[in-house]
């Protein structure tokens, strides 16, 4: 299972992002993609995060564009697992998690999924979250690898990435 992150819009404050889930099929006729959207994000606001490996320990930061594994870890949470984005670079001494949340507030890296309201916030994390659970656990079950891939370039709203 694929995972696609297309970040719309920075502020000082957020990185507001689309979470999109890539399904490729193939055939004998012919090899499709589709993108169906899940949900909004936010994160902190993307920063350079230099060469010091303890930047992180003191700005909260947006994950760097790449493609990441993702898997379903125990959190600081007892009782409570999270999915967890593997081998962020920069940002590894801190684990990076899809995460509950109303705002960026809530979190130091990750991203917090759910319904964007547009002030900075986002409602309904907890039940995006545990939907994203569902979905990754199914992906898993059917022996499949589940990834994360956080584009580089901001999309604007309602245009499709060429």
Known sequence: MELLLERTFVTET??????????RTFDEYLGREDKEFI??????????LGVNPHFCH???SAMPPG????????S???DLCLPLIVGVPKLMSKDVRIQIGNSVEDIEVGLIPGAYR???QIVASRNMVFTLKRLIYEAKQRGEGVFLTVLKELVEEGREKQ
């Open 14 to 23: 957020t990185t507001v992002g689309r979470l999109s889930i890539i399904t």
């Open 39 to 48: 949900c909004d994000t936010i994160e902190p606001p993307m920063k350079e």
């Open 58 to 60: 003191r700005h909260k």
């Open 67 to 74: 493609r990441y594994p993702v898997v379903i870890m125990p």
């Open 76 to 78: 600081k949470i007892p």
């Open 118 to 120: 547009g002030d900075g």
